[in-house]
Nanobody, 123 residues
Framework: QVQPVESGGGSVQAGGSLRLSCAASGRTFSSNSMGWFRQAPGKEREFVARISRNGGSTYYADSVKGRFTISRDNAKNTVYLQMNSLKPEDTAVYYC????????????????WGQGTQVTVSS
């Protein structure tokens, strides 16, 4: 299996937007739900969003609901995270991974983690 590759991170001011991408191989991506997590320095990895195989169902952490949107393009084997109205507390390394089973918000329910992409939001 090939690890997914995240991109699109960067530095923005509070209130700005970024769109993250996660490109994965066909076998990693097409048959599974996918999720985004983030990890800030000194903190545990936390759930951000999850999308079902066909994109029909999405789930969000309360902290990002209404600001972030997860989507996917199965033809491109890519999942996206559109992040609007960014806050300094959104600063973290963002990871995507393939859902396996269990609780959708638990990192232990996912496998094939990418290397992450850094998002920094300044006030």
């Amino acid at each position: 299996q090939v690890q997914p590759v995240e991109s699109g991170g960067g530095s923005v001011q509070a209130g700005g937007s970024l769109r993250l991408s996660c490109a994965a191989s066909g076998r990693t991506f097409s048959s599974n739900s996918m999720g985004w997590f983030r990890q800030a320095p000194g903190k545990e990895r936390e759930f951000v969003a999850r999308i079902s195989r066909n994109g029909g169902s999405t789930y969000y952490a309360d902290s990002v609901k209404g600001r972030f949107t997860i989507s996917r393009d199965n033809a491109k084997n890519t999942v996206y995270l559109q992040m609007n109205s960014l806050k300094p507390e959104d600063t973290a390394v963002y990871y995507c991974a393939r859902f396996v089973s269990g609780s959708y918000s638990a990192s232990t329910s996912y496998e094939y983690w990418g290397q992450g992409t850094q998002v920094t939001v300044s006030s």
